[in-house]
């Protein structure tokens, strides 16, 4: 995997703001990327357990692996669409998603790696309206078993980071705030 580097300016870090909660969308395709991956998996062990039970269970396995999974492959790039920005909660979150211009739909399907498999992602490529409601459904329901449960858990850990981050700040200056981010770093 490839190192992302982002150059900000001093103007470009001036309005850079930490999150001050969790984005149930972002906290649900991180969840569905750490299910693709054994790495890091002691850490996170109890909750894979927990979560395929939950979801079998719950009988949304299908669901994760015929419309979850493919639109936000773990390691590639996936459409931004599922992540608008400053949701305020999860219905907030899929309604803007639901409200995306077909054209960014199709673009943003568009520049997936992986080709296009089953008529309901080319559904979705289309923005034809059923694909994108099933989305939505499969991550409300997704975000019912497999976020929510963790939810305080998940509040304390992004409070926590923004307190320490903060502090940071405070006692080595604004540059440092975003240094030890990466795409491997466990919370």
Same mark, same amino acid.
């Given at each position: 995997?490839?190192?992302?580097?982002? @150059?900000?300016? &001093?103007?470009?870090? /001036?309005?850079?703001?930490? +999150?001050?909660?969790?984005?149930? =969308?972002? !906290?649900?395709?991180?969840?569905?990327?750490?299910? #693709?991956?054994?790495?890091?998996?002691?850490?996170?062990?109890?909750?894979? *357990? #927990?979560? *395929?039970?939950?979801? #079998?269970?719950?009988?949304?396995?299908?669901?994760?692996? !015929?419309?979850?999974?493919?639109?936000?492959?773990?390691?590639?790039?996936?459409?931004?669409? =599922?992540?608008?920005?400053?949701? /305020?909660?999860?219905?907030?979150?899929?309604? *803007?998603?639901?409200?995306?211009?077909?054209? *960014?739909?199709?673009? !943003?399907?568009?520049?997936?790696?992986?080709?296009?498999?089953?008529?309901?992602?080319?559904?979705?490529?289309?923005?034809?309206?059923?694909? =994108? @409601?099933? =989305?939505?459904?499969?991550?409300?329901?997704?975000?019912?078993?497999?976020?929510?449960? @963790?939810?305080?858990?998940?509040?304390?850990?992004? /409070?926590?980071?923004?307190?320490?981050?903060?502090?940071?700040?405070?006692?080595?200056? +604004?540059? #440092?705030?975003? &240094?030890?981010? /990466?795409? !491997?770093?466990?919370?």
């Amino acid at each position: 995997m490839g190192t992302l580097r982002i @150059h900000f300016t &001093a103007g470009d870090l /001036s309005r850079t703001r930490l +999150a001050t909660r969790p984005d149930p =969308l972002w !906290e649900i395709v991180c969840s569905l990327h750490r299910l #693709q991956t054994r790495a890091g998996y002691a850490g996170y062990d109890r909750w894979h *357990r #927990q979560v *395929r039970a939950d979801l #079998q269970r719950a009988g949304l396995v299908p669901a994760v692996r !015929e419309r979850l999974l493919p639109v936000a492959p773990r390691n590639r790039y996936f459409p931004d669409f =599922l992540t608008p920005s400053l949701v /305020s909660d999860l219905d907030d979150g899929i309604d *803007r998603m639901l409200g995306t211009p077909t054209w *960014r739909i199709r673009a !943003e399907m568009g520049r997936m790696v992986t080709p296009l498999g089953g008529a309901w992602l080319g559904d979705l490529a289309a923005g034809r309206l059923a694909a =994108l @409601h099933g =989305l939505g459904d499969a991550l409300r329901a997704y975000f019912r078993v497999a976020v929510a449960p @963790h939810w305080t858990d998940i509040v304390s850990a992004v /409070s926590g980071d923004r307190a320490l981050r903060g502090a940071r700040v405070l006692d080595t200056g +604004a540059g #440092q705030i975003l &240094a030890d981010l /990466s795409p !491997e770093r466990v919370l």
